[in-house]
Structures are given as C-alpha cells and as structure tokens.
Antibody, heavy 122, light 110 residues
Framework: QVQLVQSGAEVKKPGSSVKVSCKASGGSFSSYAMSWVRQAPGQGLEWMGGITPIFGSANYAQQFQGRVTITADKSTSTAYMELSSLKSEDTAVYYC???????????????WGQGTLVSVSS | QSALTQPASVSGSPGQSITISCTGTTNDVGNYNLVSWYQQHPGKAPKLMIYEVNKRPSEISHRFSGSKSGKTASLTISGLQAEDEADYYCCSYAGGSTWVFGGGTKLTVL
C-alpha cells in the first residue's frame, strides 16, 4: 500500500520561498508521476505541476511557471515542491498526489498526502 | 489552462439521485477519456471516486457512477445518503503531462 507523508506546516513572509516534501513508501516511486495540488482556504483544488522521477523532468501549470520548482530524489523516494516569491494569496494547503493503484500515469490520482498548510503573512 | 466548470452547489434528499456536471474544452474533457472525480470532506484529503470517466474503484459504492458526452462529464449519485454530503471535484488530463480540476461542487443532503 502506497503512503505519502508530507512535511509539516510552514509560516512564511511575503517574498520568501517555501519547500514542501512528500515521502513515498510502498509501490514504485520512480514509475509514476508525482503531482502537487493546492487548495486555498474555502477554494477548490488547483493542479500546480508534477514530475516523473524516472525521467526527471517536470511539467508545470501555466499560472505557476517560473515560480514553482518540483524535484524528486529517487534515493529517498521523496518529492519536493518549492514555491518562490510568496504572496498572501499563496496561503493554502498543498497536497502531493500520484497514481499507481487503479490509476495509470495519465488517468487520475489514487494516493494523496495528508496536506501541508503554508501560511504567508507579514 | 482554465478550470473545468462545475455548478457551485447541488442538493438532494436522502434516497434521491443527483447529477453533477463538469464542462471542459476540446483540449481536456473533450479530447481524453481521462476524467476522474474526487470526494472531499472538510479537513480531509480528496478521495478518488471515479476514474477514466466511468470506472469505479472496488471499494466505492455502486451508487456512484460517471459518464461523458462531448466536452461535459457527469457524476451521478443515486440513493443519496447523509455521508455523501461533501465537496466533489472533477479532473481531466489535458495533455503534455498536465491536469486541470473543476472548481468544485458542494453537495448538500437535505
């Protein structure tokens, strides 16, 4: 059974950066794309980007291009999402999510992390 | 990448059926049979309910079903139960290893 465990809550100042981790256990870490999805308070889910560890290249949603960097460390089965130039509007719960059960790499997200709250405030 | 369009809210009485629509474009819903639906209770992570338009994980009740016509996908919940009250999100593959979610629909069981 795949488990995704994320790092703890963060409080950041506007203009700074945050790096959230997502450690996977069970299943094959390298074979499936790991995506990052965020949810602002009271708002919907928003796909930010993803990476397939076996290939090493990341894809990003247009609205986050240039501000988000997603990486993966195969040796520790951990994916990272770094968001820079933080604004108050970036206050949200950030989830990692991936396929590997019912989902193929392009079809859906079976497994979700518990979420990491990032608060941006001066 | 614009969010897929869902109604903000739907409601129904216990035992009734409801349908939530999800409208996209020819770049996402209309081009791929890779629409999935997620249920989210307050403070919890999303849970996969339907994948590849109309497939259901074995642990998900038969009361949940999905369909698609053109650029619009739909989630139907039959025999509404109190525990179905939650937010529901559609999601579609949009090509080039990118995905797009819907804005979400709040289901109220009256």
């Amino acid at each position: 059974q795949v488990q995704l465990v994320q790092s703890g809550a963060e409080v950041k100042k506007p203009g700074s950066s945050v790096k959230v981790s997502c450690k996977a256990s069970g299943g094959s870490f390298s074979s499936y794309a790991m995506s990052w999805v965020r949810q602002a308070p009271g708002q919907g889910l928003e796909w930010m980007g993803g990476i397939t560890p076996i290939f090493g290249s990341a894809n990003y949603a247009q609205q986050f291009q240039g501000r988000v960097t997603i990486t993966a460390d195969k040796s520790t089965s951990t994916a990272y999402m770094e968001l820079s130039s933080l604004k108050s509007e970036d206050t949200a719960v950030y989830y990692c999510a991936r396929a590997g059960g019912y989902c193929s790499s392009t079809s859906c997200f079976d497994y979700w992390g518990q979420g990491t709250l990032v608060s941006v405030s001066s | 990448q614009s969010a897929l369009t869902q109604p903000a809210s739907v409601s129904g009485s216990p035992g009734q059926s409801i349908t939530i629509s999800c409208t996209g474009t020819t770049n996402d819903v209309g081009n791929y049979n890779l629409v999935s639906w997620y249920q989210q209770h307050p403070g919890k992570a999303p849970k996969l309910m339907i994948y590849e338009v109309n497939k259901r994980p074995s642990e998900i009740s038969h009361r949940f079903s999905g369909s698609k016509s053109g650029k619009t996908a739909s989630l139907t919940i039959s025999g509404l139960q109190a525990e179905d009250e939650a937010d529901y999100y559609c999601c579609s593959y949009a090509g080039g290893s990118t995905w797009v979610f819907g804005g979400g629909t709040k289901l109220t069981v009256l």
